[in-house]
């Protein structure tokens, strides 16, 4: 495997993070982190392992969250050592940035949280790269804020995290995982991404799976999904600018304790990215 780029975010190349939604076991967690491994031969801009250790934000009370923090992060460890992909996790609490950035190589801040300035100082303030995903009610100029917050962070400490390993420059990115429209539903503006790069000075990602969710609309008051628009949904976001892919898969999204209706079957995922990647590069030649 080859090692990954200097920057988490590539400006130039086409990049991935995919894992499951939520820390699962150490079997499933492997099982995904070797298929994503052997993915990366084909990324240019290398492939980041996601899950998170905690799913704070869901409709209904009784949901399944995840390991937690400390157990969490363990497992995340374990990915990284049994692959050697670089490893992300959101973040929901200031006071959870430093200890998540000792475990993992990139920060996410979750879409609800993308003007929380506290937790955005505090993440920046690591020196670790840090993913903000946009507001499903923020228009892309609007998100210009939470990267200044980042990057505002960042240069408190950055003295400091020069004499670091790997924390010699904060990475920020920027996902669009698209808007509120109506009830329940989602729509993806493909204008966002040249917007958002031009206000936040950033790379985008697009974040193919959570933007076919359904909030609300699936069993029990659970997010619903339909994930047969997420092919048509990557082509078009890289065709109109997003600089890398964000994707959560799962080898049975249909038992996934979170968000299997909008989760990609893993074995499906080979052929997205390579399909993507042609996009990339035609459309930059």
Known sequence: MPPPPALAFP??????????????????NLRVGEHLARLAERVPGG????????????????????PGLEAG???????????????LTDVHHPEQCAVAAAAVDVLQIPAFLC????????????????????GQWMQPDGMRGAAAKVREG????????????GRGMTDVAITERGTFFGYGDLVVDMRSFRLLRDACAAPVIFDA?????????????????????????????????????????????????????????????????????????????
């Open 11 to 28: 400006p130039d190349a086409f990049f991935l993070i995919a894992g499951p939604c939520v820390v699962e076991d150490d079997a499933l």
């Open 47 to 66: 492939v980041i392992y996601k899950a998170s250790f905690d799913k704070a934000n869901r409709s209904n009370p009784g949901a399944q969250r995840g």
């Open 73 to 87: 992060l363990a497992a995340l460890r374990r990915v990284h050592e049994a692959t050697g992909l670089r490893t």
């Open 115 to 134: 003007r929380q300035t506290d937790l955005l100082l505090a993440a920046g303030a690591t020196g670790r790269p840090v993913n903000v995903k946009k």
């Open 154 to 165: 960042a240069a408190t400490c950055r003295a400091a995290a020069r004499g670091a390993a």
């Open 209 to 285: 799976t959570h933007s076919v969710q359904r909030p609300g609309q699936g069993i029990g008051g659970s997010s619903g999904g339909a994930r047969e628009h997420i092919p048509a949904l990557a082509l078009a976001a890289v065709a109109a600018g997003a600089q890398g892919l964000f994707v959560e898969t799962h080898p049975n999204p249909d038992r996934a304790p979170s968000d299997g209706p909008n989760m990609l079957p893993l074995a499906e995922l080979d052929r997205l990215v390579d399909r993507v990647i042609d996009v990339w590069n035609s459309c930059r030649r």
